[in-house]
């Protein structure tokens, strides 16, 4: 397989590739019910001598590519002839990959050469990944805030079109700033919305709803869902959501003395005991009181056997009464 060609074979263990989406429901629609298709295209294929004799060249981003300016009266800004239009952090960019260096630009400089082969290069704040491996082989993943490129040229539910100018505009989602969980299937040829945090009119999140989603664990059908909720919500939360009904039940609540804004909960993780035949699950509080310099603290729930399958299932609420 060429580059730019897309997956249809079992890809090789030298090959990158990069995911292009095809939004499939309506543009500015709400990110919990959002579906894709999902296609995979071929950057290169390069073994790790090959990539480590390229980096002895000790070659520059100017090696790789040629630079042009993009057309400044033209509202599109089009690139000129031969030049294929970026969209990075920054600002619009117009290039051309040098003969001879497209093995260069694919691995070390993997976004601009992704978005100039076409593929999908729009996400914002995407976190961690989780397999389902025992109940329907899903994959989940975590965006902690749906807002810039992942809107409909907009930013921050402001029409914009800086972090879609020059680009191929292939996620075309609602503004949330609580944040949101995809899943794709089991051969990665769709994704879809979800969960979605709920956004409220004075910028925080309702508290029936995550806000910040960060690390992510499964286990027995429940997806356990850790916030960096940075101010969102008044304590930071985890929660076991059921992943065929969708229920959330707060699990932990963070302490009332941890310094807010900079704590998170991260580090879920079920550990198996193979000594004692039991099981434990862990978490964090990150940066406890990081201006204090008390860097964080680990917690556990356990233990209980490993041949029994637990569920965390709604009670008497943890959650404060109010915002």
């Known amino acids: 397989m060429s580059p730019g060609s897309t997956l249809d074979r079992p890809p090789g263990p030298s090959d990158l590739y990069t995911i292009k989406l095809d939004q499939t429901s309506p543009a500015g629609g709400d990110a919990a019910t959002s579906t894709f298709n999902v296609s995979w295209i071929l950057l290169g294929?390069?073994?790790q001598a090959q990539l480590e004799e390229a980096l002895?060249?000790?070659?520059?981003?100017?090696?790789?590519f040629e630079v042009a300016a993009p057309d400044s009266k033209n509202p599109d800004a089009v690139c000129p002839e031969g030049?294929?239009?970026?969209?990075?952090?920054?600002?619009?960019?117009?290039?051309k990959v040098k003969e001879g260096f497209e093995t260069h630009a694919a691995y070390f400089e993997t976004r601009r050469y992704a978005a100039m082969m076409g593929g999908t290069t729009e996400f914002y704040k995407g976190e961690v990944m989780t397999y389902d491996g025992k109940g329907l082989k899903e994959l989940y993943w975590v965006v902690s805030t749906i807002r810039n490129g992942m809107e409909d040229n907009g930013s921050k539910g402001s029409s914009n079109n800086r972090y879609d100018i020059g680009g191929n505009n292939d996620v075309k989602l609602a503004y949330n700033p609580c944040g949101c969980i995809f899943k794709f299937n089991h051969k990665a040829t769709e994704m879809s919305g979800v969960i979605c945090g709920i956004p409220l009119e004075d910028g925080t999140c309702d508290l029936a709803g995550i806000a910040?989603?960060?690390n992510i664990e499964i286990h027995n059908n429940q997806l356990v869902i850790c916030e960096d909720?940075?101010?969102?919500?008044?304590?930071a939360f985890v929660w076991a959501m059921d992943l065929t009904t969708k229920e959330l039940t707060n699990m932990f609540t963070m302490p009332t003395n941890v310094t807010y804004s900079e704590a998170e909960f991260t580090s879920i993780y079920f550990y198996n005991t193979f000594i004692s035949n039991v099981r434990y699950m862990t978490t964090v509080v990150n940066n406890w009181a990081g201006s204090a310099g008390v860097k964080g603290r680990i917690g556990y729930f356990g233990p209980w056997a490993q041949r029994d399958l637990i569920k965390f299932l709604p009670g008497k609420s943890a959650l404060p009464?109010?915002?």
């Open 83 to 95: 030049f294929s239009s970026v969209n990075t952090n920054t600002n619009l960019e117009c290039l």
């Open 45 to 47: 294929s390069a073994t």
């Open 212 to 214: 910040g989603p960060d």
């Open 321 to 323: 009464d109010s915002n």
């Open 56 to 64: 002895a060249t000790k070659f520059t981003f100017l090696d790789i």
């Open 229 to 235: 909720s940075s101010g969102a919500h008044p304590l």
